[in-house]
Each structure stands twice: as structure tokens, then as C-alpha cells.
């Protein structure tokens, strides 16, 4: 079964800094999608960004961007400038090609500090 | 359009009764799914449908648990005799195309007494 790695359970940011949440996955598969997740308390799962497996270029959505690392099967998750509404728990999710199941990580919650 | 709906928001049954929630995706979207959450984890999958037909399920899905989505439209999701061990967020996810990813409806939570 895949397996997907969300090393921290919790991480914190300043308002206004950069954090970065870290996800490794296994897949054997060269077709692929990764997708990051946002799930703020009591509210619905957002999709945040995706990436292409097959795209060297790491994607971006406004202050979000991703370092894709496929040798290494890492995917992590910038976040720039932190605002008060990021704080949520976000989940990494790898897509593999032939499959319609999202498969998720633990999550990481993220705290904003004013 | 208004997302996925999910009905209804929070349910509380007891031990060994049956229950069912359902799931309104958007209407473009052929494909629907069902997973699980527990408190500190992420969500499973359950369940796959593509327009009327169930494709996938996991070994997850015991045999209390049928899911069925009727004429691709809505589906609905239930539980027979259930445990405590059932209690979680229900989430329910639809889309086009799969590789854009899912949107997820906001969940019902079932607590189990």
C-alpha cells in the first residue's frame, strides 16, 4: 500500500513569515499527481495546489508554492507571507496514475502567530 | 453551483442502529467519493463511483457499510448495525477530472453511543 509521510505534526509561523511543511511518499509508479490539502477547524477540505509528477517545474498559486523533489519522492509545501487564515491542518495527497484514490497523509497543523 | 452538500451535518445514533447520510456532488462532476476520517488522522478512502457505477471499494467497507449513487446523481452512504468504532467525519468528494483533484463537502460527523 502507499504510504505517505508527514514528518511534522504541528508546526508554528510568525504572521507575515515563510513556513515550509515537509510530505515524502513511495510510489513505484513514474505517473503521477501530488496535491496539498487545507482543512481549517470545523470547515471543508480545500485543495491548495498540485503538481504534475512528470513537470520539473514546482507549481505555484499565489503564496503557495511546492519544492518537488521525484528522485527523492519529496514534496513539501511553502507558504509566504503567513496570514491568520492559513492556520489549518493541510494534508499532502499522491495521486497515482492509474488510480482514482487520493491517498493522504497525518497532516500537519499549522498555528499563525500575530 | 453550490460545492458538495453533505446531510446531514452531525447525526448521534446508538450502538446498532442503522443510519445514512447523503451526498449531493456538483452536478458537472461524474465521479464521487467517500472517505473516512478519525480524530488526528487523514482521510481513507472508502468508495469510488464513476456516474452510476461503483468502481472501487475498500477493504475498509465491511459489510455493514453500501454505498450506492443512483442515476450519477446523488449518492448515499449507510451504515447497518452500527459500532463505536464508526464514529468519524464522513467526507464525500466529487469531480471531472480526477487528475484536477477533488472538492470536498464539508462532512457529517457521526458519533456512535
Known amino acids: 500500500a502507499q504510504t505517505v509521510t508527514q514528518s511534522q505534526p504541528e508546526m508554528s509561523v510568525q504572521e507575515a513569515e515563510t513556513v515550509t511543511l515537509s510530505c515524502t511518499y513511495d510510489?513505484?509508479?513514474?505517473?503521477?499527481?501530488l496535491f496539498w490539502y487545507k482543512q481549517p477547524p470545523s470547515r471543508q477540505m480545500i485543495l491548495v495546489i498540485r503538481q504534475e509528477a512528470y513537470k520539473q517545474q514546482n507549481a505555484t498559486e499565489n503564496r503557495f508554492s511546492v519544492n518537488f523533489q521525484k528522485a527523492a519522492k519529496s514534496f513539501s509545501l511553502k507558504i509566504s507571507d503567513s496570514q491568520l487564515g492559513d492556520a489549518a491542518m493541510y494534508f499532502c495527497?499522491?495521486?497515482?496514475?492509474?488510480?482514482?484514490?487520493?491517498?493522504f497523509g497525518k497532516g500537519t497543523k499549522l498555528t499563525v502567530n500575530p | 453551483d453550490t460545492g458538495v452538500s453533505q446531510d446531514p451535518r452531525h447525526k448521534i445514533t446508538k450502538r446498532g442502529q442503522n443510519v445514512t447520510f447523503r451526498c449531493d456532488p456538483i452536478s458537472e462532476h461524474n465521479r464521487l467519493y467517500w472517505y473516512r476520517q478519525t480524530l488526528g488522522q487523514g482521510p481513507e478512502f472508502l468508495t469510488y463511483f464513476q456516474n452510476e457505477a461503483q468502481l472501487e471499494k475498500s477493504r475498509l467497507l465491511s459489510d455493514r457499510f453500501s454505498a450506492e449513487r443512483p442515476k450519477g446523481s446523488f449518492s448515499t452512504l449507510e451504515i447497518q448495525r452500527t459500532e463505536q468504532g464508526d464514529s468519524a467525519m464522513y467526507l464525500c468528494?466529487?469531480?471531472?477530472?480526477?487528475?484536477?483533484?477533488?472538492?470536498f463537502g464539508s462532512g457529517t460527523r457521526l458519533t456512535v453511543v
Open positions: 468528494a466529487s469531480s471531472f477530472y480526477r487528475v484536477d483533484g477533488y472538492t
Open positions: 495527497a499522491p495521486l497515482q496514475g492509474g488510480s482514482e484514490k487520493l491517498v
Open positions: 510510489t513505484s509508479e513514474s505517473d503521477y499527481y
